[in-house]
């Protein structure tokens, strides 16, 4: 008898010896050992099937019609989906890493798709600060898309082809310090480019809002960089070097700004915008008492 049939080694199905050993074996460098512990080391192994380790904690490797994965359950897989990371090869010279938490029942599981096109001349991929993805690159998370985040100090995007470059912010928004757009930045029928909303400025001595159903004085910070004024102010003295009101100063422009100002009955004035952030009153005509602030924009220091 040998091997398992042997009963002193297999011990009718327990193993009594301390190990199985091949003869060269030797621990870390050579040959295998199947130990008596429920331990055991191999230089290689191929399995054609399926790998499962831990108890109620699952890892699969599997190698099957969808590509190659690697499966992570929590509990066990009969009771939820597993996450998973996949390599796959759709089309020749291009290559797709997938990562896919698991399946919880609540729609759609997050994923996030890397899709590369050919390797670059150096064969390396270039993960350094800042990150550049070129050829048929695809950023993916589907459904939370929140919990993705690739951070740089900057990142570039090219498109090679027609359609562009598409940033779909989901439920988290894409948040960038500058977006460069060579080729301009095309928005779908019905939507802006949102920016700061309405702030109300501190008015000056005896000027406020003019009322009547009319848009009070309020500042806006416009998505080009620039700045201006809205509504109708009413108060007196409207005297030249009178401060109408003041806003914060980081949105006033770098030089002084004058714009033309309607008034009441006919009459004008001009509006002095100045870096410090006030709107001032400058060659008022006699006996005004309101004027629209509306013709004031202006670009931001930094512009």
């Given at each position: 008898?040998?091997?398992?049939?042997?009963?002193?080694?297999?011990?009718?199905?327990?193993?009594?010896?301390?190990?199985?050993?091949?003869?060269?074996?030797?621990?870390?460098?050579?040959?295998?050992?199947?130990?008596?512990?429920?331990?055991?080391?191999?230089?290689?192994?191929?399995i054609r099937g399926?790998?499962?380790?831990?108890?109620?904690?699952?890892?699969?490797?599997?190698?099957?019609?969808?590509?190659?994965?690697?499966?992570?359950?929590?509990?066990?897989?009969?009771?939820v989906s597993p996450?998973?990371?996949?390599?796959?090869?759709?089309?020749?010279?291009?290559?797709?890493?997938?990562?896919?938490?698991?399946?919880?029942?609540?729609?759609?599981?997050?994923?996030?798709?890397?899709?590369?096109?050919?390797?670059?001349?150096?064969?390396?991929?270039?993960?350094?600060?800042?990150?550049?993805?070129?050829?048929?690159?695809?950023?993916?998370?589907?459904?939370?898309?929140?919990?993705?985040?690739?951070?740089?100090?900057?990142?570039?995007?090219?498109?090679?082809?027609?359609?562009?470059?598409?940033?779909?912010?989901?439920?988290?928004?894409?948040?960038?310090?500058?977006?460069?757009?060579?080729?301009?930045?095309?928005?779908?029928?019905?939507?802006?480019?949102?920016?700061?909303?309405?702030?109300?400025?501190?008015?000056?001595?005896g000027w406020g809002?003019?009322?009547?159903?009319?848009?009070?004085?309020?500042?806006?910070?416009?998505?080009?960089?620039?700045?201006?004024?809205?509504?109708?102010?009413?108060?007196?003295?409207?005297?030249?070097?009178?401060?109408?009101?003041?806003?914060?100063?980081?949105?006033?422009?770098?030089?002084?700004?004058?714009?033309?100002?309607?008034?009441?009955?006919?009459?004008?004035?001009?509006?002095?915008?100045?870096?410090?952030?006030?709107?001032?009153?400058?060659?008022?005509?006699?006996?005004?008492?309101?004027?629209?602030?509306?013709?004031?924009?202006?670009?931001?220091?930094?512009?």
């Amino acid at each position: 008898m040998s091997g398992f049939a042997n009963a002193i080694l297999g011990g009718a199905a327990n193993l009594i010896r301390k190990a199985i050993q091949s003869p060269n074996y030797s621990p870390g460098v050579e040959g295998w050992s199947i130990n008596k512990d429920g331990t055991a080391e191999f230089a290689n192994a191929v399995i054609r099937g399926t790998i499962k380790t831990g108890d109620t904690q699952y890892i699969l490797i599997e190698s099957g019609p969808d590509g190659n994965k690697i499966q992570f359950f929590s509990g066990s897989p009969d009771e939820v989906s597993p996450g998973f990371v996949m390599v796959d090869q759709p089309v020749a010279g291009q290559a797709t890493l997938t990562v896919q938490a698991p399946d919880l029942g609540f729609g759609s599981p997050p994923a996030l798709t890397l899709t590369s096109g050919p390797l670059e001349t150096d064969n390396n991929a270039d993960l350094s600060s800042p990150y550049s993805l070129s050829h048929n690159a695809e950023i993916l998370s589907a459904f939370f898309s929140q919990l993705y985040d690739l951070t740089a100090a900057r990142i570039n995007l090219t498109a090679t082809g027609v359609d562009g470059i598409n940033l779909d912010g989901g439920p988290g928004g894409i948040n960038a310090q500058l977006l460069n757009a060579n080729g301009g930045i095309v928005l779908p029928v019905g939507e802006y480019i949102k920016r700061g909303g309405l702030g109300t400025p501190t008015f000056g001595t005896g000027w406020g809002a003019f009322g009547g159903g009319f848009q009070a004085p309020r500042y806006i910070e416009y998505p080009d960089r620039t700045a201006g004024l809205v509504g109708v102010a009413s108060g007196t003295p409207a005297t030249g070097g009178t401060t109408i009101l003041s806003f914060p100063a980081a949105l006033a422009p770098a030089s002084q700004q004058t714009f033309f100002g309607t008034c009441n009955t006919g009459l004008k004035t001009q509006l002095l915008i100045t870096p410090a952030g006030n709107c001032v009153l400058q060659n008022p005509d006699a006996g005004v008492t309101w004027v629209s602030l509306q013709a004031a924009r202006w670009p931001m220091v930094g512009f």
